[in-house]
């Protein structure tokens, strides 16, 4: 269990990496989430009220696209878990995996194609970022 003050610095932490997302020449962030996160209690319904209604003002941003797999998709490889597929200036591709202990970096060509793969399968699946947007605002609603 963490304690109090490791939370606080934990969130502050996620607090200033999002402010990377608003700066001058930001990186383009392209993301799927399970809409099952959206119904999932986290924090209580007026936080997860605000975290979705923040979710849905990033989207207004034009470097932000956030796309929502329906729950009606059922299985789909975004279900194994968390990862990331980075570009960066010089258009080198990375992968991060995270997991329950650690995240471990992917640089490997023959990994990170298999993950440009799977991050492809599960967009396939997604939502457009409109309809998305629109679920997520939905779900924020029901949150009151």
Do not use: C
Request: aromatic fraction near 4%; avoid cysteine.
């Amino acid at each position: 269990m963490l304690r109090q003050e490791e939370v606080e610095r934990h969130l502050a932490d996620r607090l200033k990496r999002q402010e990377i997302l608003t700066r001058d020449n930001p990186p383009q962030l392209f993301a799927v989430l399970d809409e099952g996160v959206l119904h999932r209690p986290v924090g209580g319904p007026a936080m997860m009220r605000d975290q979705l209604q923040a979710l849905a003002k990033a989207t207004e941003e034009p470097n932000v696209w956030v796309h929502v797999v329906p729950l009606t998709v059922g299985a789909y490889p975004g279900l194994n878990g968390p990862f990331v597929v980075a570009v960066d200036a010089d258009n080198r591709l990375t992968g991060y995996l995270d997991n329950q202990l650690h995240g471990d970096v992917v640089e490997s060509a023959e990994e990170v194609a298999a993950l440009q793969l799977v991050w492809e399968a599960v967009r396939g699946q997604a939502l457009p970022q409109r309809q998305s947007t629109d679920l997520i605002v939905k779900v924020a609603e029901t949150w009151l």
